[in-house]
């Protein structure tokens, strides 16, 4: 015998048995047992959630002829022939294949005849949102008035598609995604008939990738068992090509500290995992979508699926992260998701990233926000103080502002340490060191807008003299930039400096005072002596 699929295997055979959808089961329950059922049904909802189901069993309900308050006996004559495929007055028909006007009319011309076996003849129209104008127009009649022996179920994933003279002629039941607890549950019920050990995390796992479809969680599970005997977490990331819920918190970790590099890294490394880049999207964006619930939501009861450990961890994130960021990453996230349905999708998981980890990129209101965020934080930590209008007496100025000045080695005493923690000014010697963190974000700031510039100006320090900005580069290529006749190189320094600074600075590059060395008596008796020609 063929293997059947788990979804199949246990579909529900009686209203009872359905999962996740008791306001709708018990309503059709209570109809039935008081025989009231009506001619037309429309079973309406996501995808994997129970409609085909409901249909086959209410069709099976209706003709049964021992009925256990309303649910199917499942052992009459009637309820045997519909589980065997042998009842042909119970009819189903895909809408997404049969949806021409000449196929509604045949079904109309054939409605009129009377059920060979049943009670009821059935018809189970399924995608019905498929059908062209011009066959609901044919179906409309039919469907108003049908014969009494005759019901019509309709199901439909996209009900905004149907006419509102079809919706208004049948009796509408919307089914809800089903609630993670309960697929879990299931998961696990069918997991121990079928001999398969499943982790608590690994099902919670199945249940927040179905997202709400039984069908694709046990398609799912299907997938895993597949893989081995013990189903854990590890499994399903793999069967699913997911990124995981470490790399889901180092993806998260890069976006906050602005790491552009490490983000790309990553998400080069999992594309060559065949971790699917649009389902990264998506993960992600639960990701930030449960950062967003754990800023908001009070109380312990937060509607989030995930494993004890998981959710430390996203508190500790959550922490460190203000809302406005969370939600202009979800924002960001949503867009690109829509844009990957044609485009190149690593290409577009790159760009997200780099929009996310660099918000100038972004011409967006919430990036817009952010950068300007930035910059007042900066503004509170590091207050930028006037240049000194005095001149000391160690530099000289030049008379003219022209830029060709820039470049000049100005010698100056050895400057003051600068630790992380140090102020944002600290002068020492009439020197005025740029902190630790200002000169950081003039460094994002030039990666961005010259990364040439960038490279040159790793583990570089700077200064500031006058009028001038001093920047110690042990890349001794700096000089020659900045003394080239191209002015772009020192216009993107002086503009990124100017942003963080609020000063517009000459540039040169920082040069210590050459201390004399003391004269050898030695050495200067052999230079005499050779001017003598004495050997």
Partial sequence: ???????????????????????????????????????????????????????????????????????????????????????????????????????????????????????????????????????????????????????????????????????????????????????????????????????????????????????????????????????????????????????????????????????????????????????????????????????????????????????????????DYDIRDIMRAISVLQGAAGRMQSGNRRCEAELTLLKLCEPQLSGDLPSLEKRVTLLEQSAVRNPVQAAPKKEEPQITVPDTDDTPQDGEEIPLPEPPDISENAAAKIEENGITAVSEPQWNEIMRLLRVSCPLIHGVLNKSKAYTKGQYLLIDAPNSQFRSLINSNNGYYKDSIRKAAHTVLGITYKLGPYKAVQKKEESDPLAALADKLKNFEIN
């Fill in 1 to 319: 015998m063929a293997y059947q699929a788990l979804y199949r295997k246990y579909r529900p055979k009686t209203f009872s048995d359905v999962v996740g959808q008791e306001h709708i089961t018990n309503t059709l329950k209570n109809e039935l047992s008081k025989g009231k059922a009506v001619h037309a049904y429309l079973f309406t909802g996501t995808r994997g959630t129970g409609k085909t189901s409901c249909a086959k069993i209410l069709a099976k309900a209706v003709n049964c002829l021992s009925p256990e308050n309303g649910d199917p006996c499942l052992k009459c004559e009637s309820c045997l022939s519909v589980e065997n495929g042998e009842n042909t007055d119970i009819v189903e028909i895909d809408a997404a294949s049969n949806n021409s006007v000449d196929s509604i009319r045949e079904l109309r011309d054939r409605v009129a005849f009377a059920p060979s076996s049943s009670k009821y003849r059935v018809y189970i129209i399924d995608e019905v949102h498929m059908l062209t104008i011009s066959a609901f127009n044919a179906l409309l009649k039919t469907l108003e008035e049908p014969p009494e022996h005759v019901i019509f179920i309709l199901a439909t994933t996209e009900v905004h598609k149907l006419p509102a003279t079809i919706l208004s002629r049948c009796q509408r039941f919307d089914f809800k995604r089903i609630e993670p607890d309960k697929i879990c549950g299931r998961i696990k019920y069918v997991a121990e008939k079928e001999n398969l050990n499943i982790t608590d995390g690994a099902a919670a796992l199945i249940a927040a990738a179905a997202d709400g479809g039984m069908r694709d969680a046990l398609s799912v599970l299907d997938l895993c068992a597949s893989a081995g005997g013990n189903i854990t977490e590890e499994t399903v990331e793999s069967v699913c090509g997911m990124a995981g819920g470490e790399y889901l918190n180092e993806l998260t970790d890069c976006i906050k500290k602005h790491d552009t590099d490490s983000a790309l890294m990553l998400i080069d490394r999992l594309y060559n995992n065949s971790v699917d880049m649009q389902r990264l999207v998506g993960e992600l964006t639960s990701h930030y979508r449960d950062l967003m619930i754990i800023k908001t939501v009070k109380g312990d009861n937060k509607p989030i699926v995930c494993s004890a450990a998981k959710l430390k961890k996203l508190e500790e994130q959550a922490a």
